[in-house]
């Protein structure tokens, strides 16, 4: 008996917390994007870069807009880099330390080691020719 109070107390107070779960303005996201496509082998990385007031759901820990992020990366892609057939992907943290170890993570795959060298060729977009603007939600 007593374990099933246990189990239902439990239930309970975590069914309550995750109602508080609210989408929030956080004053630093640190966001970098990530372009590839399926005709070549060059793929792009952007610079981490901080997105300031942006949208963050506490329940999913995921950034709000993360497909305006990649749209305005492809818009990049198509309008200055005449480049249409890009896939563009957003990846963000909520410290820059944390979008670092993504950063050299995703790097790491694309550029290879000495014992298995890649077969593709990635090049870096600096923030004078690429900054992501920060999307509003507050509708």
């Known amino acids: 008996m007593r374990y099933l109070k246990y ?6 107070v975590s069914v309550a917390m995750g109602a508080e779960a609210k989408q929030v303005q956080v004053p630093h996201m640190y966001v ?3 372009a590839a496509s399926f005709k ?12 300031q ?8 820990k995921f950034l709000l807009g993360r497909d305006n992020y990649a749209a305005q990366l492809k818009e ?5 880099m ?3 057939d890009r896939v563009c992907v957003v990846v963000f943290a909520k410290t820059m330390k944390k979008a670092e170890k993504k950063y050299l993570k995703l790097r790491k795959k694309y550029i290879g080691d000495a014992k298995h060298p890649s ?8 923030t004078q020719d690429f900054k ?8």
């Open 32 to 34: 970098f994007g990530f």
């Open 82 to 84: 005449q480049q249409r």
């Open 119 to 126: 077969t593709y060729e990635v090049r870096y977009i600096t």
């Open 53 to 60: 007031k942006a949208w963050y759901d506490t329940k999913t």
């Open 40 to 51: 070549d082998s060059v793929v792009y990385m952007t610079e981490i870069q901080d997105v």
């Open 7 to 12: 189990m239902l107390f439990t239930l309970l």
């Open 76 to 80: 990049h892609f198509a309008t200055k």
């Open 132 to 139: 992501f603007e920060t999307v509003d939600l507050s509708e």
